[in-house]
């Protein structure tokens, strides 16, 4: 992924970072264009591996709890089952390459994100959750910003104005991140007490939003600790990438296991009849 230093972006993000009496909360903006680099296209093609060594894996096992006539119903129904919980996602069918590339965008923003940890190793479709309606995610985010203490009128008075700007959100596909297990968050071992992630990808525009707040632990950061806690997050400094529309690479792997995923449709899903 290649981020982009976007000037417009900086008071808000110094603006996320604050303490409260209970807490540091550190948060940020970060926009990456789907643009990849060799290791993302490693990456890419890992999770795709991934994805298919798990729709195997489940395929044998549905077979291996069939019936002995695999030609029944019966077997039929076990199969789909098993298979079911390997394909469905909230990114849509895993069957289908766009879904897939989906999901590779997300953990290589949070690589790109926290260059010190991996979350291609950890991380599973169902750690997300679209949400269907920009409108809440908007109000739940003010929301929590407003029981921080944070007077958003004053201090973020064009937040969302600005993401929109940059990221069209009534064309963005909406998602968050919230992981049952702390350990797989990289502030797991900071004092993590809290933490909203969210994505808003734009597929047209080839670009990823990532908007977070997390609340920390007093505890876990000395005065100088805290001072060193910049915006934003931690892989700021931007490569030059390759880009999906410039050659066939990025395609390819994901292309070459569909002998197994079958045809892409990709569904737009646009969110209809929303105001920003």
């Not at 417009?8 to 789907?34: H, K, M, Q, W």
Request: proline share 5%; hydrophobic share 30%; glycine share 6%.
């Amino acid at each position: 992924m290649k981020f982009l230093p976007l000037r417009e972006l900086d008071s808000i993000n110094r603006a996320l970072v604050f303490d409260t009496p209970d807490c540091r909360v550190v948060g940020g903006v970060d926009i990456y264009t789907t643009k990849a680099a060799g290791a993302d296209k490693k990456l890419y093609k890992s999770i795709c591996e991934t994805i298919s060594n798990r729709y195997e894996a489940d395929l044998r096992l549905s077979e291996s709890l069939s019936p002995p006539n695999h030609g029944s119903d019966s077997a039929s129904k076990y199969q789909s089952a098993a298979v079911y919980q390997t394909l469905h996602s909230p990114f849509g069918p895993l069957d289908q390459i766009s879904a897939r590339r989906t999901f590779a965008y997300l953990i290589a923003v949070l690589n790109a994100s926290h260059p010190d940890y991996d979350f291609s190793t950890t991380l599973r479709p169902s750690d997300f959750r679209r949400e269907c309606n920009i409108r809440p995610v908007m109000n739940n985010f003010n929301t929590t910003l407003f029981n921080l203490g944070v007077n958003i009128s004053r201090e973020l008075p064009k937040m969302w104005e600005t993401i929109d700007k940059e990221m069209d959100l009534l064309n963005c596909d909406t998602y968050a991140y919230s992981p049952d297990d702390v350990s797989n968050d990289p502030y797991g071992d900071e004092g993590l007490i809290w933490s909203t992630n969210l994505f808003f990808f734009n597929k047209h525009k080839k670009r990823v939003c990532y908007l977070y707040l997390r609340g920390l632990s007093t505890l876990n950061h000395s005065p100088f600790e805290r001072s060193l806690v910049g915006w934003g997050g931690n892989g700021r400094l931007g490569s030059d990438g390759w880009d999906e529309s410039e050659g066939e690479d990025f395609n390819d792997d994901f292309i070459e296991s569909k002998s197994i995923w079958g045809d892409d449709n990709y569904d737009d899903g646009f969110f209809e009849g929303m105001e920003v």
